[in-house]
């Protein structure tokens, strides 16, 4: 059967179509696309309006694609850099974090088995590395090959120091900066912060404070190296070889350790066996409350045999105010030259032990000749303290304020006598 189904309406095929080539004439010449409802496919259609251009405005950048095309460069050479500090932010909030933490559980006296891990992090994110670039020609290069080196020679230094209050001020060793032309110091969260201040130095205790610019920074806080005995136990951190952070532990091995300095005078220390090697000096040593109980500065022999120095935190913690507050150290003077007491001495003199520090010179004008010590005296007693040997005496001078009188017991012959000396201000050059 056709698809087109016969119908009384519907003429079939056979019966009144048309021939096929007459049937084509019916259709348009244009394809029917749509028939309105109601309307006839045959029925006349109305004419084509004319096609109407409208032209297209001119287009316009927008300001902040331009703005952006603009910026592009600076977005890209910029990119290292803010990705740097995004880096460091999430670094030292991370450890800011665990710093404050640590040192609420400090506060609270956690157990011993746990005490280390909290005492590092309530003290690693204050210790910091030092590096320094020093331009001077060593000795060792004869002067007629010296001209070869400058400006082009560089030493290179390195250490550890500790941040003592947020504002940025630190401690270390003066000779990790000794004659430094340029001072670099990295944090522990990643940032270098570089040209640090340096805000004063003392030769003679080997200390100096820096100061650096920089935000979110965590402060140890001061111990008392006098409450300090003999078998406590201590924890060094530093970053000796360059390896930063460094943590190593010990016990105090002896107190009042003195030595003389190249720079005059004496020095005091602590003697700890908490390893110490060279990029350690200037770091903090610190007790189990994780507070700073000396500086770390010197090691017995060329490398760690059991034997390490520091500063106690008295000596330095007065130090590094003088420094801040005034840039310069005063220092208190008497103006002698002593010797160590020796046993005939002590029989000449009828003492129990040869202790004490003998006058060999009164040195002109000075507290000592205006208060009339002579040579051959003994120094027993200083503010009514003893005084065990010279280096004592040294310290306990150099502690003394100036302009203080202090009573000085003396042995003169066979006689004990009391004197007062007002202390003066040692000269730079004595």
Do not use: C
Request: no cysteine; net charge negative; proline share 9%.
């Amino acid at each position: 059967m056709s698809v087109f189904e016969s119908g009384p309406d519907r003429p079939s095929p056979e019966e009144g179509s048309p021939p096929a080539s007459e049937r084509e004439t019916w259709r348009d010449e244009e394809p029917i696309s749509a028939v309105a409802v109601g309307e006839s496919p045959l029925s006349p259609r109305p004419p084509r309006p004319a096609p109407v251009t409208v032209p297209h405005p001119p287009q316009r950048v927008r300001p902040a694609l331009l703005l952006l095309v603009l910026l592009m460069p600076v977005i890209l050479l910029a990119a290292p850099y803010l990705l740097e500090a995004v880096s460091h932010a999430w670094s030292r909030g991370k450890l800011r974090a665990e710093f404050e933490v640590a040192r609420q559980v400090l506060d609270q006296s956690p157990e011993p088995r746990e005490r280390f891990r909290w005492i590092v992090r309530g003290v690693s994110p204050a210790v910091v590395g030092i590096e320094t670039v020093r331009r001077d020609v060593p000795a060792s290069v004869p002067d007629e090959w010296r001209h070869f080196f400058q400006p082009e020679f560089r030493e290179g230094g390195m250490g550890s120091g500790v941040i003592v209050d947020p504002e940025g001020y630190l401690v270390t060793n003066f000779h990790v900066i000794n004659e430094a032309s340029r001072i670099t110091v990295r944090l522990a969260d990643g940032r270098t912060v570089h040209n640090a201040a340096v805000v004063g130095a003392d030769p003679v205790n080997d200390l100096a404070v820096l100061k650096i610019s920089a935000a979110g920074l965590s402060a140890v806080p001061w111990g008392d190296s006098d409450q300090l005995e003999v078998g406590d136990a201590v924890l060094a951190i530093g970053n000796p070889y360059g390896l930063s952070h460094t943590v190593t532990a010990g016990i105090i091995s002896a107190k009042e350790r003195r030595a003389a300095t190249n720079a005059g005078g004496y020095q005091e220390f602590l003697q700890t066996d908490a390893a110490l090697n060279p990029g350690n000096s200037g770091g903090p040593l610190v007790d189990m409350k994780g507070r700073i109980v000396g500086i770390n500065t010197a090691i017995f022999g060329e490398a760690y045999r059991g034997i390490s120095f520091a500063i106690p935190s008295r000596v330095v913690q007065d130090i590094y105010r003088q420094l801040r507050d005034t840039g310069r150290i005063s220092r208190g003077w008497l103006g002698v030259q002593m010797e160590e007491v020796s046993e005939r001495d002590a029989r000449r003199g009828n003492l129990e032990s040869a202790s004490g520090a003998k006058v060999v010179r009164v040195v002109p004008g000075s507290p000592a000749d205006a208060a009339g010590l002579q040579p051959d005296d003994i120094i027993l007693t200083w503010d009514g303290k003893p005084i065990p040997e010279p280096a004592a005496l040294s310290i306990a001078v150099a502690r003394s304020a100036v302009g203080t009188k202090v009573k000085v017991g003396i042995l003169r012959g066979t006689e004990r006598l009391e004197l007062e000396i007002e202390v003066a201000e040692r000269p730079l050059q004595f």
